[in-house]
Nanobody
């Protein structure tokens, strides 16, 4: 299984970035996908998840600003990040999370290498 993230970078407060995660080695359309955020010294936290059926989950801190989506034809998940804030700075990781009955349960065992997002004030 391989997850490759792209699209990170630098943005000003209020700006936008779009992250992409292309997966291989898994039946993409049969798996949930998720994005996690990590800053030094803290654990990775779920930012957004999308189930196999397209049901989405968001952390309270990003609800209304970030949108997760998926393109099953291209085995790619996206995270559209709008209204960026300095607290959004960190490394964003793609993951194949565990979902049960269309509900998020926990992170899965497969992770991407991460992509850095830096938001300046």
């Amino acid at each position: 299984v391989r997850l490759v993230e792209s699209g990170g970078g630098w943005a000003q407060t209020g700006g936008s970035l779009r992250l992409s995660c292309t997966a291989s080695g898994i039946p993409f359309r049969l798996n949930a996908m998720g994005w996690y955020h990590q800053v030094p010294g803290k654990r990775r936290e779920l930012v957004a998840g999308i189930s196999m059926s397209g049901k989405t989950d968001y952390a309270a801190s990003v609800k209304g600003r970030f949108t997760i989506s998926r393109d099953n034809a291209n085995n790619t998940a996206y995270l559209q990040m709008n209204g960026l804030k300095p607290d959004d700075t960190g490394i964003y990781y793609c993951n194949v999370p565990v979902y049960a009955r269309d509900a998020y349960r926990q992170p899965g065992i497969y992770w991407g290498q991460g992509t850095q997002v830096t938001v300046s004030s």
